[in-house]
């Protein structure tokens, strides 16, 4: 199964969009599933405020374990990720419009009324998923199939 399958999978099986795309490309470049789930379990639905979409910022976590190496404390050890970022940001902006969570779903997610009709709208099964879709294949087209860049 590829990443893009992977991740939509996981989101279908109930893992938040963030989580979905870690998951789906963290084991590549040395991080369980587990381990994935876990540290993005906070940065879904725009980190709980429909700010930058969960879907991008699992991809941006795939590209700080793709483009670092072990020891990244300084910023030019850091440029490739940060020269990944851009680039993604760029062309999700251009196929989905925007990176936020609440421009792309055309409603607040953060607030009771927003979820409420986020999910009688059905968008989390359907625009949620073309997000999740949308990242893992930007993610696959960045990034070689296996191993990383560092």
Known sequence: MNGVSKAVEL????CACSQ???????????????QALRVAAGFAAGMR???????VTGAFMVFGLAKC???CKVAEDRQAAYDAVVAFSKAFRERQ?????RELLGCDV???EGAQAAREAGLF??????FVRCAAELVEEMLPA???DK
């Open 11 to 14: 989101f279908r099986g109930g």
């Open 20 to 34: 979905a795309v870690l998951a789906a490309y963290g084991p590549r470049y040395g991080l369980s599933e587990s």
């Open 49 to 55: 405020m429909s700010e930058t979409c969960g879907a």
């Open 69 to 71: 190496g072990p020891d």
């Open 97 to 101: 419009g925007s990176l936020t969570c």
């Open 110 to 112: 953060s607030t009771p």
């Open 125 to 130: 099964s359907t625009k949620c998923v073309d």
């Open 146 to 148: 296996e191993g990383a």
